[in-house]
């Protein structure tokens, strides 16, 4: 779902609109609160926590931060859980810098990146 900007003009299976210049910001389901929330939340912690994204790594920031966001208190996910969920995650992977590497994410997903 998106608002009726150009920035994010992707081709999607299944994609509807809002259109917050006519004062529409939801329509049944169709709203842009999640990806604003998820991007806000992304925002803040690059902002704050994190400073610096090479471009080669964005996929694993983003990653991390799906994951929190997929597994927040305001889900019903408590700390003990989210930490079981991410050391699960980790198993059988070993987490390691090198420059260039592909392999599994310690979330589950493929990732190759070259630095």
């Given amino acids: 779902m998106a608002d009726e900007g150009m920035a994010h ?3 999607f299976a299944s994609h509807e609109k809002v259109h917050h210049g006519s004062g ?3 329509r049944g389901d169709v709203t842009t609160n ?12 690059m902002r704050g926590t994190y400073q610096h994204c090479g471009a080669q ?18 889900l019903g996910v ?5 930490a079981a969920l991410a050391v ?6 070993r987490l390691t810098y090198r420059h260039s590497f592909s392999g ?12």
């Fill in 88 to 93: 699960k995650g980790a198993a059988g992977k």
């Fill in 57 to 74: 790594y964005l996929q694993l920031y983003l990653d991390e931060f799906d994951f929190r966001y997929s597994n927040r208190t305001k």
């Fill in 9 to 11: 003009n992707f081709e």
């Fill in 34 to 45: 999640t990806v604003e929330g998820f991007f806000g939340v992304f925002k803040r912690g």
């Fill in 104 to 115: 599994i994410s310690m979330y589950g997903q493929s990732v190759t990146y070259a630095g």
């Fill in 24 to 26: 529409e910001y939801a």
């Fill in 78 to 82: 408590d700390d003990p859980e989210r």
